[in-house]
């Protein structure tokens, strides 16, 4: 009970600095030039692309639902057509990798209220995808000693997660339920197919090749809106924004109130809640994490992850840091 305030009173304080941090941040971002993509934002609605019309030049794109409503946007004009009505934009449809982009500032203030079904009052938590993993050909990291995989680790993992949630009344979906191959892209995509309220990857960590000592949790969420990753490299300083960006509030909640849980449980090193514009949270149509859960290169760590016991109280803390999610949206 105690433990339970403690974290609602922290969450209050985190709730306050990251609306703070929204604040500095947002007018700032819509002065940059930087566009999110038209197709991929409005093919989450159940838009489809077709054939532009004739009499377009060869820059437009055109989009569409069953229910017949339609979406042209052309290169260089200031508005977009939305069935036929022409909607004036901030900034003009742009291009990037032949693709067409709408500025920061009319996704908020155009699309988002126009297109996106905003979820109300606060999305659901019923149903979730439970996602292994690597897989098939793929199998992820590696604790050579022990010959033990990270594909492994996150089936039975997850397997373990499907019946602590079921028991506790949620829907569970598997990406996976055995060792196959899944391309990254189509677990998202499950997740979208299945209309999932929630999606939970689940990964463990390796560290560079020789490495036994690295250890520690970390749980991701998809970068907010225009912002850095946490990840090194090149897509550190990619500040796109993504159609999961539409749940930033709720990522960062969820991987939260997770990574709490699992430390708890694991007494792990707290690696931090981390952004990254991982292909599995890029596209997600519901608020979703990856959970990287412990280095299994690690001798100490990597043993304790190929123990069935350590994987049953992983699973465990995952599950609930999912119910205490869902209580910190009940208790909004
Ligand atoms: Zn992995």
Known sequence: MTLSNQGRNLLTKFWIVSGLVMAVCFPLSSMGGEGIYLGETVQQLG?????????????????????????????NREYLLANGIKVYLSNKIGILKSKLTVGRIDYDKVIVPLFWKIPTPLPSTHRIVIDA?????????????LNYVEKAATLDTALRLKLILEKRGYEVILTRDRDVFIELEDRPDLATKHKADL?????????????????????YCLTPATQNSTNAGKAKGDTSVEPGNRFDSFNLVLAWNVQRQVLAATGAEDR???????????????????????????????????????RQKLAEAVANGIGDYAQTLRAK
Not at 48 to 75: L, M, Q
Not at 133 to 145: E, F, T
């Open 272 to 310: 931090g809640v981390r952004r990254a514009r991982f292909a599995v949270l890029r596209t997600l149509n519901c608020p979703g994490i990856l959970v990287e859960g412990g280095f299994i290169s690690s001798s100490k760590e990597g043993a304790k992850i190929a123990n069935a016991e350590y």
């Open 47 to 75: 838009f489809n692309r077709v054939a532009p019309p004739k009499g377009f030049e060869s820059e437009t794109e055109k989009y569409t639902t069953k229910a017949g409503v339609e979406i042209i946007a052309e290169r």
């Open 199 to 219: 999606f939970v990857s689940l990964h463990f960590n390796g560290g560079a090749a020789g490495d036994t000592t690295s250890s520690g949790i970390e749980t």
């Open 133 to 145: 993993g690597h897989g098939g050909k793929d199998p992820g990291k590696l604790n050579v000693a």
